[in-house]
């Protein structure tokens, strides 16, 4: 089994930055992509950014220029960036990894979420 824990949500003043980061642990044989959506109060979930295992980034368009997702680490982890921050941003926000099992099953695993409030 896989498990993937974000961290590092908070409140945050408009204006202001955080950085999220997401760990994956458990049978991993491989991680293709990493990344983040989110779901904000009401709305569904969308794409924030995801990075792929040949170290291409994508971002969506609201958040290109502001948000920076890192390589996936050695610990198998990814950081997200977030600056700029407005209340637009407010969300639960979910790392995303697309993993191959070292029993070499490849599925797609989801974070628990971590709450990215802006506000002033």
Request: proline share 3%.
């Amino acid at each position: 089994q896989v498990q993937l824990v974000e961290s590092g949500g908070d409140l945050v003043q408009p204006g202001g930055s955080l950085r999220l980061s997401c760990a994956a642990s458990g049978s991993i044989f491989r991680i293709a992509t990493m990344g983040w959506s989110r779901q904000a109060p009401g709305k569904q979930r969308e794409f924030v950014a995801d990075i792929r295992s040949g170290g291409t980034a994508v971002y969506a368009d609201s958040v290109k220029g502001r948000f920076t997702i890192s390589p996936v680490n050695a610990s198998n982890t990814t950081y997200l960036q977030m600056n700029d921050l407005t209340p637009e941003d407010t969300a639960v926000y979910y790392c995303d990894a697309s993993v191959t099992t070292i029993s070499r099953s490849t599925s797609m695993y989801r974070g628990q979420g971590t709450q990215v409030t802006v506000s002033s």
